[in-house]
């Protein structure tokens, strides 16, 4: 999932335009100045998210402010990014990331509130003042003031510009970690979890033309008894080779575990599908499979196939339920061989 990271997207311009909007905001409402109260309110500014301004309305409406406990959730719901919510490894690095922000706004509302505070004063004076040169004085108290807090609202700006690269590094990395984590280590292949990822992402595009293959080793616990089970783990590995090889190029394939595949084809209908998957079984009946650490051959590997095609408002689940179906229905048709729906 691709995750947009809305409060550090903009440039410093834009970041600093958005705080002089924000900032107002939250001195009017009194919000207290916490880098989530920061975040809220710059994104509550720039309108980029309706639901979250939503939201904060209502909390507004019925706690006349906006409490700890629901910036934090709101932090977490709209600008943290998902990877973040539940990474360890990089856990700390945002830690440091969001105290360093923490800093930073502490900064920006010490020179906010002195402003106030001058304003204030500036307010109550404005009366006694009676004379050009004690206006003109006000005045370049003020002037003072405003570029003060112009300046620290520029840094924070720049801060929230570096901080933006801080997360596309660390999302960068998020996206590698978790790319590992879907990966099979014996074939290379994706793992289950990649494969329910993918299957999760491509059903709402489906249009009844999403097929999906379960391919399944015949006889692995007899390979394993007859050859050693080194013999049939190389036997897997030898095997996603094969599906490998004859993945078309809107395919996916996964090893979900032991010598069972998922092959996922976009774009293809029913009788194609059927047409790969007789094609699959037949080469991988014809292998000649020697194994390396024994020269020995193997008696001939076969492979049974479920096929299913997404149909209507199926639910990925109920897709592989289908396919499962098939692929029990293949094993106990003789093994061998391919099955599906008419
Ligand atoms: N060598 C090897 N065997 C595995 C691995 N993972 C699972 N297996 C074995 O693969 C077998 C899979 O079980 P089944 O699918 O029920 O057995 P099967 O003999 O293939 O039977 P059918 O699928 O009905 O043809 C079990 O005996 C597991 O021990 C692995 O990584 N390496």
Not at 93 to 119: G, P, Q, V, Y
Request: proline share 4%; net charge neutral.
């Amino acid at each position: 999932m691709a995750v947009e990271v809305p409060m550090f997207q903009q440039n410093t311009k834009q970041a600093n335009k958005l705080m002089r909007s924000a900032i107002p905001l939250m001195v009017k409402l009194d919000i207290p100045p916490t880098p989530f109260n920061y975040g809220i309110w710059y994104e509550y500014a720039s309108n980029n998210n309706p639901k979250l301004n939503q939201l904060v309305d209502r909390a507004l409406r019925r706690f006349g402010s906006l409490p700890a406990f629901v910036s934090k959730e709101l932090f977490t719901e709209f600008l943290l990014p998902e990877e973040f919510q539940h990474a360890d490894a990089q856990g700390a690095r945002l830690k440091s990331l969001t105290s360093s922000l923490e800093t930073n706004t502490a900064d920006i509302s010490k020179d906010i509130n002195i402003f106030h505070s001058n304003l204030q004063k500036a307010k109550d004076s404005i009366y006694d003042a009676s004379t050009p040169s004690q206006i003109e004085q006000l005045a370049s108290t003020l002037e003072k003031g405003a570029f003060q807090v112009n300046q620290a609202i520029e840094r924070f700006g720049r801060s929230l510009v570096s901080a933006q690269d801080e997360l596309a590094s660390l999302r960068a990395e998020l996206s590698d970690v978790k790319k590992n984590t879907e990966l099979d280590v014996m074939t290379l292949l994706a793992n289950e979890k990649g494969f329910e990822r993918t299957l999760f992402s491509l059903v709402p595009y489906a249009e009844d033309d999403l097929t999906l293959l379960l391919i399944d080793i015949d006889n692995l616990a007899g390979v394993n008894q007859e050859y050693g089970k080194k013999a049939g783990t190389s036997l897997i590995r030898y095997i996603s080779k094969v599906l490998l090889g004859m993945l078309p190029e809107t395919g996916f394939i996964a090893r979900l575990e032991g010598g069972r595949f998922a092959m996922l084809l976009s774009e293809t209908e029913l009788s194609v599908a059927a047409q790969l998957a007789e094609s699959i079984r037949h080469e991988v009946s014809i292998q000649k499979i020697r194994y390396k650490n024994t020269k020995v051959l193997l008696r001939q590997v076969t492979v049974s196939i479920g096929v299913a095609t997404l149909f209507g408002d199926e639910s990925p689940k109920e897709l592989v339920d289908r396919s499962q179906h098939y692929l029990v229905y293949a094993k106990r048709s003789g093994k061998n061989c391919i099955a599906h729906h008419e």
